[in-house]
């Protein structure tokens, strides 16, 4: 059971150049998150995605796209990377409904740099 | 005014006592509440979860949670080193809405 799956696990870009982070589930849940976590900042949310289909903006959303390709996978997209992007990336899956189910199962995470 | 609060550390207890480690929330609509370990360099792992006023045990971990105060608590007893980790407070508004905010977290030292 490989739970969350993101790829890649460290990527170094320059100013300008693109990239996109990968993520899947196989837990069959309908919710996925991307955070970046910063050191004093703590995870912050860029984008969520309630359910296949549907995405909305977290708390830190520019400079990102993403896309739900279906129910296992949503994936992250820097158009034009800025070194105040450099972070480690997290995704995370959840299914909603409540309690006992409940809470996120977090990927590996993607260390990025931007020179 | 940040939405979840957590004293950053670092918190040093010695092996075998009691660690506290205290989280305050804004939002007096927050449900749920999470406490998450994190190793260095490593992704979250979930802990416990309380949504109920009271206390929540398991194994050497206590969660406390009490709204009126907005305020959530994780006792870990009979500390051991492999306790040393940054843990994360995070809270959700409604059951359905299950979007987290995390706390800064506290990193924890064990002292053998």
């Known amino acids: 059971n490989a739970g969350v799956t993101q790829t890649p696990k460290f990527q170094v870009l320059k100013t300008g150049q693109s990239m996109t982070l990968q993520c899947a589930q196989d837990m069959n849940h309908n919710s996925m998150y991307w955070y970046r976590q910063d050191p004093g900042m703590g995870l912050r949310l860029i984008y969520y995605?309630?359910?296949?289909?549907?995405?909305d903006k977290g708390e830190v959303p520019n400079g990102y796209n993403v896309s739900r390709l279906n129910k296992r996978e949503f994936s992250l997209r820097l158009e034009s990377a800025a070194p105040s992007q450099t972070s480690v990336y997290f995704c995370a899956s959840s299914e909603p409904g409540g309690p006992p189910n409940y809470g996120y199962t977090f990927g590996s995470g993607t260390r990025l740099t931007v020179v | 005014q940040k939405e979840v609060e957590q004293n950053s550390g670092p918190l040093s207890v010695p092996e075998g006592a009691i660690a506290s480690l205290n989280c305050t929330y804004s939002d007096r609509g927050s449900q749920s509440f999470f406490w998450y370990r994190q190793y260095s360099g490593k992704s979250p792992e979930l802990i416990m979860f309380?949504?109920?006023?009271g206390d929540k045990e398991d194994g050497r971990f206590t969660a406390q949670l009490n709204k009126a105060s907005q305020y959530v608590s994780l006792l870990i007893r009979d500390s051991q080193p492999s306790d040393s980790a940054t843990y994360l407070c995070a809270v959700t508004g409604n059951f359905g809405n299950e979007k987290l905010t995390f706390g800064t977290g506290t990193r924890l030292t064990i002292i053998p």
């Open positions: 309380i949504y109920s006023n």
């Open positions: 995605s309630a359910s296949e289909g549907t995405t």
